[in-house]
């Protein structure tokens, strides 16, 4: 294997869920979004994840638990911060030091962990 290529989220409410990822996140539909769920994309148009409706019955069954998707960022990390904080997301924990640059994780409503990354520069 070489890389991931596309990752989907199954989400219990796609509205609930596309709200969040649009209007507290910022992230942008692609226009390939159709009733069974929603993609999502970046500037350059290239599709980069998706949320869904559940394939099956996720009835008793605890979402997003050990999920984390990792997005890289442009803006400061603490412009971010202060951004979700306004808007009511559920951050986990601090901006963390990593190998990697320094990151900012968030909750969804499925209980995922969308991991935001300021590389190193």
Known sequence: MRK???ASLQVRDLE???DFY?????FELSGLSNSEA????H???????????????LDGKELGV?????????????????RLIEKQVIILGTINNTPFGRTLMAKDPDGY?????????
């Open 113 to 121: 962990t969308i991991t935001f990354l300021q590389a190193n520069a």
């Open 22 to 26: 649009t209007h507290k996140l910022g």
């Open 16 to 18: 609930v869920s596309k």
């Open 66 to 82: 050990g999920v984390s998707l990792w997005f890289a960022i442009d803006e400061n990390i603490e412009e971010l911060h202060s």
């Open 43 to 57: 500037e350059k148009g290239e599709a980069i994840f998706a949320i869904r409706k559940p394939i099956g019955n």
């Open 4 to 6: 991931l290529e596309f």
């Open 38 to 41: 929603c993609i999502f994309t």
